[in-house]
């Protein structure tokens, strides 16, 4: 089974600065995606941004970007020039290539200060 | 277009009731998925249907929980003789094809009094 852990409950950052979210994972697989999600207090899950593990280019997304180490098994989460509207739960999410649910991590709740 | 939606938005219901919670996909999607998020949580992986099929089934937690897709598009999760254990929002995702990108809805959120 893959397990997902993110290591930070809560993260606070003054709006325009930068934040990192880390997230580490499980697997005895070698192909495999991983995800981060925001889930604002609407409860509707939304895709941040996503990472084939084959790939060895980070992704980035805008003012959203990933430190992917497969070797490690991290893949945190960077969001630059926070926002007030970056303020959410962020989850990390891992797919297996050979499977279609996702396994989430416990979330991380980033507020933004003003 | 329009996106995934799951009514009732919020339910409460009595200790031994019955349930049923209903998720509308993206239209054309053929994977329908239902979690389930606890407070403070991860949503945690219930079942997975491949048009009216249910795929995957593993993340059931009993016999009190199941889940039809009978054409193919509407998904009504039910749960029967229900307990405060299972007070969580419950939320569905659809995707064009098993192992596409998920498109989650707002989610229902059911308490057990």
């Known amino acids: 089974a893959q397990t997902v852990t993110q290591s930070q409950p809560e993260m606070s950052v003054q709006e325009a600065e930068t934040v990192t979210l880390s997230c580490t994972y499980d697997?005895?697989?070698?192909?495999?995606?991983l995800f981060w999600y925001k889930q604002p207090p609407s409860r509707q899950m939304i895709l941040v941004i996503r990472?084939?593990?084959?790939?060895?280019q980070n992704a980035t997304e805008n003012r959203f970007s990933v430190n992917f180490q497969k070797a490690a098994k991290s893949f945190s989460l960077k969001i630059s020039d926070s926002q007030l509207g970056d303020a959410a739960m962020y989850f990390c999410?891992?797919?297996?290539?050979?499977?279609?649910?996702?396994?989430f991590g416990a979330g991380t709740t980033v507020t933004v200060r003003a | 277009g329009a996106g995934v939606s799951q009514t009732p938005s919020n339910k409460v219901t009595e200790k031994g009731k019955y349930v049923e919670l209903r998720c509308d996909p993206i239209?054309?999607?053929?994977?329908l998925y239902w979690y389930r998020q606890s407070l403070g949580q991860g949503p945690e992986f219930l079942i997975y249907?491949?048009?009216?099929?249910?795929?995957?089934d593993s993340g059931l937690p009993n016999d009190r929980f199941f889940a039809v897709r009978p054409e193919g598009s509407v998904s009504t999760l039910k749960i029967q003789r229900t307990e405060r254990g299972d007070s969580a929002v419950y939320l569905c995702?659809?995707?064009?094809?098993?192992?596409?990108?998920?498109?989650f809805g707002p989610g229902t959120r059911l308490t057990v009094t």
């Open positions: 995702a659809s995707s064009p094809h098993g192992g596409g990108e998920q498109y």
């Open positions: 697997t005895s697989e070698s192909d495999y995606y």
């Open positions: 990472q084939e593990a084959y790939k060895q």
């Open positions: 999410a891992y797919r297996s290539a050979n499977d279609y649910k996702l396994s």
């Open positions: 239209s054309g999607h053929t994977a």
């Open positions: 249907f491949q048009g009216t099929g249910a795929a995957d």
